[in-house]
């Protein structure tokens, strides 16, 4: 027996398949691990933070103001607090989700779509440049592409076969999703009207079908009701001072390379490189006639509408859409490409399809690790801790620099572009007037971005204490005096 006759029949084996698939996902999993041993966040993130050190009715209080659904903070509360009030904590609650990601790839998946489309799943799901961008970071975006992917996974399962356990399963997955980010309940209100349209058409235990599906879909809409007000009375707004000057076309590269490239480093050739794989793919599902056609172009169009909806929202009233929000629709995306690639015949040709997935997400990882490991916030803690006393002050004056508060929270601070509603940092109040440095019975340290000084601040006597270089922002530190 020769070596691809070994190969061959190693590969056949249900339970070697199995031990390389999970072997496979868990060299995933210890590969992504250090991005999540470390301490590093940028703004969203550190709102996050903010967020999980209060009580649980308060996180309730705050995301009623927001835009926000509680249930992601909720559970990145208890893992925080497992994990001794640290930050790691939180991100160690993302690669959870990610590993439940995995193995619903690795076990039920593979049970349905089998063995190479298991595999070729779990490789580029692991070079995802999304997943890499999103997959330790403490934001919501990995639970939702987990629980999202469950809920499409058991729709699946019961248009093919109704039992009631994945009725059950079915149901609580598509609750969670509704609650994690306003995007996947939009998604998971797209994936129902498709299930809706296929229980109809199709003739097989028809009736018993569209009962439980009626029911379902009623419980689940009484059951997110008492966010659908909070989220209404959110989305009426137009929010004062906000720039919606923004065109489609700016919104539809925000979400390809959110996609398929590093969000923070974004490179032309990565996005290149996954349309190029993407054009591979849809070929070889229409030359092979793929009996995913249907379902692949059906994702596709969600897909579309899904941004649609908040391009829309975003232009005609306030910004409202990323494309980071939809990422719970990327597994629909690599589904396509491992459905197309599933054709080739030819190993050779079908690993080159793989590599090149892995060389795009190479540098992403690299960026990741650069991004997390860098360590000039130890400095600014350093700095806090030698400079600032009790009774002084730290002025953020911007809404995207006073996440640094809770590397330092034992400083008061007053915070620019919170209204206090939905203002998670502690110990600070919202600055709205001047006139409020003038309580300060210490120094007034003014953090903000290097060159982008408040008008009001050129008035002020100032010198500047310290300057420091966090993540992708250029931080500089003012002592201001002379307020009147």
Known sequence: MDKTDKIK?????????????????????????????????????????AMVRHSFSDIITLCSNDV??????????????????????????SLFFMAFYFWLLAAPFKKEFGFKMSFSMIVLSGFFPTFLTHN???????????????????????????????AVVFFLASLFSTYIHTYTMLATVLLYLVMAVFIILEKKDRKRKIIWFIANAILVSVSYLPWLFSLMSQFGQKSEGVNTEYD????????????????????????????????????????????????ILISYAALFILCAIGIILSIKNSPCYLGRYVTCMAPLILFSVAAGIENIKNKWVYLAVLVLSVMAGVLVYRDRVRYEYEDSIDDYIEF????????????????????????????????????????????NETFTDISQLENIKGDVYLICFDNKNPDWFLKCGYEKTYGFHFLYYDFSIYRIFDFE
């Open 9 to 49: 029949t190693f590969l056949e084996d249900e339970k070697k398949q199995n031990i390389l698939l999970f072997g496979v996902a868990l060299v995933m999993l210890i590969l992504w691990a250090p991005l999540a041993f470390t301490k590093n966040v940028a703004y969203d993130q550190g709102y996050t933070v």
């Open 68 to 93: 926000h659904s509680p249930l992601y903070y909720f559970i990145a509360k208890i893992f925080y607090h497992v994990f001794l009030n640290h930050i790691f904590g939180l991100k160690i609650c």
């Open 136 to 166: 330790t970071e403490p934001r919501m975006y990995a639970m939702s592409v987990s629980i999202f992917a469950l809920t499409v996974f058991m729709a699946v399962k019961i248009l093919k076969e109704f039992k009631i356990f994945y």
């Open 248 to 295: 489609v076309m700016y919104f539809v590269n925000d979400t390809i390379y959110e996609f398929f490239s590093s969000i923070w480093y974004p490179k032309k050739w990565q996005v290149a490189a996954w349309m190029f794989i993407l054009f591979v793919s849809f070929v070889l599902l229409f030359a092979k006639k793929s009996k995913y056609i249907k379902y």
């Open 384 to 427: 806090a801790k030698e400079n600032i006393k009790e009774d002084d002050a730290i002025l953020y004056a911007d809404l995207h620099n006073d996440y640094l508060s809770i590397y330092y929270p034992e400083a008061y601070s007053l915070i620019y572009g919170f209204r206090d509603d939905f203002n998670p940092f502690s110990n």
